[in-house]
């Protein structure tokens, strides 16, 4: 069974950081790509980071560039984002997420096929 868990939010004020964490079981890390997406009270979910399986490609959202830097270590299983320079509008679930069978780094929801459950991040003002 395939697990995505997700770690390291909360509560925040404005200019602070966090650093999420997703952890992977049930299959392969190493060779699949994997993303970051989020989804505010009464939105779509929508993209934030993505990065490809050995960690040389990224891709961010216009909103997390310059703030946000995803990273990953194969030999630990585990996706990170930091996130610098919170605003209030960073505030969402944060859900990590693993392509199925690709190893390039991908923007769009319906390319990943591993969800987690979702870590809340709230930065207050």
């Known amino acids: 069974q395939v697990q995505l868990v997700e770690s390291g939010g909360g509560l925040v004020q404005a200019g602070g950081s966090l650093r999420l964490s997703c952890v992977v079981s049930g299959r392969s890390f190493s060779a699949y790509a994997m993303g970051w997406f989020r989804q505010a009270p009464g939105k779509e979910r929508d993209f934030v980071a993505a990065?490809?399986?050995?960690?040389?490609?990224?891709y961010y959202a216009d909103s997390a560039k310059g703030r946000f830097t995803i990273s990953r270590d194969n030999a630990k299983y585990t996706v990170y984002l930091q996130m610098n320079s919170l605003k209030p509008e960073d505030t969402a679930v944060y859900f990590c997420?693993?392509?199925?069978?690709?190893?390039?780094?991908?923007?769009?929801?319906?390319?990943?096929?591993?969800w987690g459950q979702g870590t809340q991040v709230t930065v207050s003002s």
């Open positions: 990065i490809n399986w050995s960690g040389d490609s990224t």
């Open positions: 997420a693993q392509r199925r069978v690709a190893v390039d780094a991908a923007i769009l929801e319906n390319e990943y096929d591993y």
